[in-house]
């Protein structure tokens, strides 16, 4: 479903396309990406949600707004997406900041139905959306793509061990492509946040269940948002968000493996 309403005005701006606008790191994307002037393609699964975001940038920042509802969980309706989202003209910007996530063992056979959803949006889709945004991007001269990784992407991640996979995934695939995309002018940037305060835990009912969620500080997604679109914009392949989330990168360089995958286990691990 889309409401096009002021895009008429606005044909001559870029577009920037961002999934998981209807919460959370992404909506707060949005906004910034409105900030900046860009159009925006507003997607995720609640309408309701992403039309009163889509109203609210319009009147504080001017741009015109699309809604685009599509469940990323199924992959046809992210190349569904990526083509109604490039009918409304260049798009010069990809967030793709869709995501979730599942606490708990990796053994526990009820944890599958959510693991697998997370491989779908983290993994399958935001691919999907990466090959269409970089091969439109390169015939229209250049644009920015940047990938809402994590900084559980940087070690194991025991208790969250299917969620650090897709996270780890995405921030090689990032890293990769940027290097591939350079000479085509695209930028491809992986956003690494620590723990933030969202609907991410609370999706998964892990709300206060770990150390991460009950001691450590969070980010507010208006920060994490705010520091990635500025490495968006200077270019920068990895930003990593808040300076504990900075150590929690950087314990992998210095410590043994082992030893970081069990230092992830004990703040991931359910314990209230
Ligand atoms: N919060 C943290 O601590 C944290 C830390 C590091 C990285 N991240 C990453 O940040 C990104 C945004 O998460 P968040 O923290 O902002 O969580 P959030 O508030 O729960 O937002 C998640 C967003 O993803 C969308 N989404 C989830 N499943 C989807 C599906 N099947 N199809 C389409 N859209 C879907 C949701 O939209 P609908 O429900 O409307 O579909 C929502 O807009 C994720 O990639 C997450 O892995 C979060």
Known sequence: MSDT????????????????????IG????????????????????????????????RAHYVATVCITADLSDPDAAEALWTEAASQGRIAVLVNAAGLGRNGQFLDPDGWLRESESILVNVISATILMKRALAHMAAIGGGRILNVASAAGFMPGPNMAVYGATKAYLLSLSEAVAEEAAKDAVFVTALCPGATTTGFFTADSA????????????????????????????????????WMTKGFAFAPRVLPRRLTAWIAGQVFRRRW
């Open 5 to 24: 309403s002021l895009a008429q005005d606005y044909r001559k701006a870029d577009w920037a396309l961002v999934t998981g606008a209807s919460d959370g």
């Open 27 to 58: 909506r707060a994307l949005a906004t910034e990406a409105a900030k900046a002037g860009y159009n925006v393609i507003l997607s995720g699964r609640r309408s309701d949600r992403l039309e009163a975001h889509a109203e609210s940038l319009r």
């Open 207 to 242: 709300d206060k269940a770990t150390l991460l969620t009950r001691l450590l500080p969070m980010a507010t997604p208006e920060s994490v948002a705010a520091t990635g679109w500025a490495g968006l914009e200077k270019g920068r392949r990895v930003v990593v968000t808040g």
